[in-house]
């Protein structure tokens, strides 16, 4: 497996000349303000629009990185140099993604290593080659490989029943970037349903090592910003940026703000800067009720109880009972969510995927979100000179991972599910062919970005309502000692 990872590792090296987002000068800026400014004054600065904005573990490992950025180009440490950019800027922060992912695959091992023969190099393939990792990471440019990799950690231990080990890692993991609090309700209800209440005699002294460890963690991340707490929690939840991103996610919201679109239009309503404009902003809607942070909270709380509920009811502590869960919520969340980035779809593949690798009828779910959820990302890349390379690399792994399904007698997707997914031949169609001979390019410019989101949308609700359904239908859960 460690071949594997070194033989995806060199053809990530292959995109360091590749184009970078605004993420680039994102990180490029905190590297500068955690080296050259105190750590009181870390999430005050605000020379650059790119302010600091994630929690406080990931400030410091920023910091950390700035030492060996030192040795490429200490002008990227200047505060002042905004939007700097240089051909050793570049190779170090490309570099720095590449071998952050060890991480993630001391992950993917922790969570595949039961699984025996090919199953498990076929699978291990398909999680350390994500593409929606390279589409994030290696080009658009973040650094999802080590988050992933501490969520995997976590979730190996938590399948290995060491519990406390399990939430260590996500405790580290919240506090390197909160997004994943959208799974802490999984996390809260099986630790205690299968570690603090596990034995009646243990329960006082299991709640206080398990709290222990969690709030060590958070004492560690947030003790240095006591006295800063309300300006630090202003940038970690900046709810004035709107109900979706700039590149929607498939969500619910994305259809509900295609559905004030066309009714604004049918009915003659003066259309506001809403929704269909692609921009970071506050959003108000033409014909629709307006949607605030605290309807999203109600619905998606609302949307996880029934599986919150069976999590407390299941006594088997295997593989399927915790991962669906999860997988579950974080779509919950990504669902109903306020301003939800398109890149968390990540929280909710990866997990399926760990799952599928475990779970044999897995599969089908699966592959099926990674067909509509990883073709999502593509507007992340919105460069024209891209086009080429990120649909090969979608066709590639579509292809490599309908091969390896194939290899178990999978994928088994129903009709409707096949006819959708050859739907999506469509959207690149209209994005680089038909728009330009309908002269919509200019006329209707984020028409591409509006159909990607509204479509892979309606392929999401699916996922999200047929698999809440089966699992709450499904009275045994495959564990780990029935994987063949």
């Given at each position: 497996m460690f071949y594997e990872f070194l033989f995806i590792s060199s053809l990530k090296i292959l995109f360091l000349p590749a184009y970078y987002s605004t993420d680039f000068f994102v990180h490029r800026n905190w590297l500068a303000i955690t080296s050259n400014r105190s750590i009181s004054q870390w999430y005050y600065e605000e020379t650059s629009v790119w302010?600091?904005?994630?929690?406080?573990?990931?400030?410091?490992?920023?910091?950390?990185?700035?030492?060996?950025?030192?040795?490429?180009?200490?002008?990227?440490?200047?505060?002042?140099?905004?939007?700097?950019?240089?051909?050793?800027?570049?190779?170090?922060?490309?570099?720095?993604?590449?071998?952050?992912?060890?991480?993630?695959?001391?992950g993917v091992w922790q969570c595949t290593k039961y699984v025996k023969g090919n199953r498990r190099i076929h699978h291990s393939l398909l999680l350390l080659g994500n593409i929606g990792l390279i589409y994030v990471d290696h080009i658009h440019f973040q650094y999802n490989g080590i988050l992933f990799g501490i969520l995997l950690l976590s979730c190996g231990n938590m399948i290995q029943k060491k519990y406390l080990k399990s939430a260590f890692y996500y405790a580290l993991l919240l506090n390197m970037k909160h997004i994943f609090i959208y799974i802490a309700p999984v996390y809260i209800l099986y630790l205690l349903r299968h570690y603090c209440f596990s034995s009646k005699n243990t329960v006082i002294i299991n709640t206080l090592k398990l709290g222990s460890i969690v709030l060590t963690v958070t004492a560690i991340s947030f003790g240095p910003f006591i006295e800063h707490l309300p300006q630090l929690l202003s940038r970690l939840f900046p709810f004035k940026r709107?109900?979706?991103?700039?590149?929607?996610?498939?969500?619910?919201?994305?259809?509900?703000?295609?559905?004030?679109?066309?009714?604004s239009?049918?009915?003659?309503?003066?259309?506001?800067?809403?929704?269909?404009?692609?921009?970071?902003?506050?959003?108000?809607?033409?014909?629709?009720?307006?949607?605030?942070?605290?309807?999203?909270?109600?619905?998606?709380?609302?949307?996880?109880?029934?599986?919150?509920?069976?999590?407390?009811?299941?006594?088997?502590?295997?593989?399927?009972?915790?991962?669906?869960?999860?997988?579950?919520?974080?779509?919950?969340?990504?669902?109903?969510?306020?301003?939800?980035?398109?890149?968390?779809?990540l929280m909710i593949l990866i997990p399926i995927q760990i799952l599928s690798s475990n779970c044999v009828s897995e599969m089908n779910s699966s592959f099926f979100l990674a067909v509509f959820g990883l073709y999502s990302l593509t507007p992340l890349l919105y460069s024209k000179e891209l086009i080429i390379l990120k649909l090969s690399l979608f066709v590639l792994y579509i292809m490599i991972n309908y091969y390896i399904l194939k290899q178990n007698s999978y994928p088994k997707l129903l009709v409707i599910e096949k006819i959708y997914c050859f739907g999506l031949f469509l959207l690149p169609i209209y994005e680089f062919i038909l728009q330009y001979l309908l002269k919509f390019d200019h006329k209707l410019p984020f028409m591409p970005l509006m159909l990607t989101s509204v479509y892979c949308g309606i392929g999401m609700f699916y996922f999200w309502v047929k698999y809440y359904f089966e699992y709450m239908l499904s009275r045994n859960i495959e564990s780990p000692n029935k994987i063949k």
């Open positions: 302010t600091l904005d994630y929690p406080p573990f990931f400030a410091y490992f920023e910091y950390v990185l700035s030492f060996a950025a030192k040795l490429f180009d200490d002008q990227m440490l200047k505060v002042e140099n905004i939007d700097y950019v240089s051909f050793n800027t570049v190779l170090f922060q490309r570099l720095s993604v590449i071998f952050t992912d060890i991480i993630y695959f001391f709107g109900l979706t991103h700039a590149y929607w996610a498939p969500n619910f919201w994305a259809m509900y703000n295609m559905l004030d679109k066309v009714l239009i049918i009915l003659n309503v003066r259309i506001s800067n809403s929704s269909t404009g692609g921009l970071v902003q506050e959003q108000f809607y033409s014909v629709l009720p307006q949607i605030t942070p605290k309807i999203t909270f109600i619905i998606t709380t609302i949307s996880m109880i029934p599986c919150c509920i069976k999590i407390l009811r299941n006594r088997e502590d295997s593989v399927a009972n915790f991962l669906k869960p999860l997988t579950i919520c974080a779509a919950c969340s990504f669902m109903f969510g306020w301003h939800v980035h398109e890149k968390a779809i």
